[in-house]
């Protein structure tokens, strides 16, 4: 079974805070993918990556940056963490290539900036 | 830009029945679509996918319908039990095939 793993299900920091949300693939997908969570705006993209030291920017990508120095791995950083920045984070994988390949999402990090 | 509507944020249908769930697209012609679950608390699960070429795709009691006249893919239960309570996201790829774009969902509740 393809496992996608998340860091922390919980995470509670203050403003102006660095913070680090990883997550790790065990399938050597070569796609990974950011995503938030808010209600009544759905799932939004922020980073994803095809490749390692690859990322590119989605559709809110702001107040983000990304790491990729291992194939497995991915890292969401806030350089400083805002309120606005609260919500439940998603990590996701897929394989590569030009196919339709399906993603698989980890469980979530729910993170409260306050 | 391209557009995604899922009409319904909620539906509430009695156990036995056919849920129909709508997903809309705009300003584009997707290649294919996706469909996901999503429990609370949980990441989505993937379900289904139906390319362009393909009126009807079934897995079980699932079935999907994409109709690129309509731009509308229709995602139906057949005897749907409250198990099958979850929110469903439709998610065709954005425009330059790089990425899928998430609907808002659509929140089903059975009851029994």
């Known amino acids: 079974d393809v496992k996608v793993t998340q860091s922390s299900r919980y995470l509670v920091k203050r403003t102006g805070e660095k913070v680090f949300l990883e997550c790790v693939q065990d399938?050597?997908?070569?796609?990974m993918f950011w995503y938030r969570q808010d209600p009544g705006l759905g799932l939004r993209l922020i980073y994803f990556?095809?490749?390692?030291?690859?990322?590119e920017k989605g559709d809110i990508p702001e107040g983000y940056s990304v790491s990729r120095e291992k194939k497995e791995r991915f890292s969401l950083i806030l350089e400083s963490a805002s309120t606005n920045q609260t919500s439940m984070y998603l990590c996701?994988?897929?394989?590569?290539?030009?196919?339709?390949?399906?993603?698989?999402f980890g469980p979530g990090t729910r993170l409260t900036v306050t | 830009s391209q557009k995604i509507e899922q009409n319904s944020e909620a539906l509430n249908i009695q156990e036995g029945k056919t849920a129909t769930l709508t997903c809309n697209y705009t300003?584009?012609?997707?290649?294919?679509l996706q469909w996901y679950r999503q429990d609370p608390g949980r990441g989505p699960v993937f379900l289904l996918l139906?390319?362009?070429?393909?009126k009807e795709k079934r897995k079980e009691r699932l079935k999907v319908t994409f109709d690129t006249t309509l731009k509308q893919s229709l995602f139906h239960i057949t005897a749907s039990q409250p198990a099958d309570s979850a929110t469903y996201l439709c998610?065709?790829?954005?425009?330059?095939?790089?990425?899928?774009?998430f609907g808002k969902g659509t929140t089903l509740s059975v009851s029994s």
């Open positions: 996701a994988s897929s394989l590569g290539g030009t196919g339709t390949y399906e993603q698989y």
């Open positions: 399938m050597d997908h070569e796609n």
């Open positions: 990556s095809y490749d390692v030291k690859m990322k």
């Open positions: 300003n584009y012609s997707p290649a294919y």
């Open positions: 139906i390319r362009e070429n393909e």
């Open positions: 998610a065709p790829p954005n425009q330059a095939g790089t990425a899928l774009i």
